[in-house]
Every structure is written in structure tokens, then in C-alpha cells.
């Protein structure tokens, strides 16, 4: 597994960067492994697909996972507020870093991945496929 590792600076959008270095390194499927950092404000999309809640307030980054590609990313991330509360969900635009995020990405071997429509979820899915397929 080859890693990408970048130091994300004060006003980059974390899913905008993560995007950007899909593209950037032609990425075919990588995984986050670490995302260490804190923003100014955050935003993610809760479980019904719809609301996205704005968090107007310095949070830490306590934990992100997802598929990422060049196709496309799927980022899941938690934030703890300043009261030290938790909150979570589905990576949105509007994540601004404040001081740092420490980002390690680890490529998949042998894999990549595409996206097609799917009729039941209503939602461009992931179609993960072996390079040898």
C-alpha cells in the first residue's frame, strides 16, 4: 500500500483537498487513514440524506474514514465541539481547517472503483472492481 501524506493549512475545505488530491494523484481507490487537525467551523450531512447542519464553532477532528477516488469520495467524520460534546456525519463542503489537519490517505492495490446510479437507494453507489477483473 503506497501513502499520501499532507498537511492541510488554515482556510482549506477539508472535502475540497481531499478531492483535490484525489484527482491530482489519478487516484483509483485510497482509504483515509488518519486525519488528525482541528477546523473553524464544520458541516456535515446527517443520516437522512438531506439536512446538513452547520457548526459554528472551533471543533477538533476526532475521527474521519471513507473511500476516496477521483470518481468520487465518501467521507464519514467526527468533530468534538468545545464543550467537548461529539457530532458526526457525512463530509460536506464548508469544513474549514483553522490551525492543522495531519491527512495520511493509503492506496489500495489492485483495485479501483467507479460509480453507478442505483435504483433502490436512489444514490450514485460505489462499484468497487479487482484490476485484474
Given at each position: 500500500m503506497r501513502t499520501i501524506c499532507k498537511r492541510l493549512r488554515r482556510g482549506d475545505d477539508l472535502l475540497r483537498e481531499v478531492q483535490n488530491i484525489a484527482r491530482e494523484e489519478q487516484l483509483q481507490l485510497a482509504v483515509i487513514l488518519s486525519a488528525v487537525g482541528c477546523v473553524t467551523k464544520a458541516r456535515v450531512r446527517d443520516a437522512s440524506g438531506v439536512t446538513i447542519r452547520d457548526i459554528d464553532e472551533p471543533c477538533e477532528?476526532?475521527?474521519?474514514?471513507?473511500?476516496?477516488?477521483?470518481?468520487?469520495?465518501?467521507?464519514?467524520?467526527?468533530?468534538?465541539?468545545?464543550?467537548?460534546?461529539?457530532?458526526?456525519?457525512?463530509?460536506?463542503?464548508?469544513?474549514?481547517?483553522?490551525?492543522?489537519?495531519?491527512?495520511?490517505?493509503?492506496?489500495?492495490?489492485?483495485?479501483?472503483?467507479?460509480?453507478?446510479?442505483?435504483?433502490?437507494?436512489?444514490?450514485?453507489?460505489?462499484?468497487?472492481e479487482r484490476d485484474d477483473a
Open positions: 477532528i476526532v475521527s474521519a474514514t471513507g473511500t476516496v477516488s477521483a470518481a468520487r469520495c465518501h467521507i464519514h467524520v467526527s468533530f468534538a465541539k468545545e464543550d467537548l460534546s461529539t457530532v458526526g456525519g457525512h463530509l460536506v463542503e464548508g469544513c474549514l481547517i483553522n490551525t492543522t489537519c495531519e491527512l495520511v490517505l493509503g492506496v489500495v492495490d489492485g483495485w479501483h472503483c467507479g460509480v453507478e446510479q442505483d435504483e433502490e437507494t436512489g444514490y450514485d453507489e460505489i462499484v468497487f
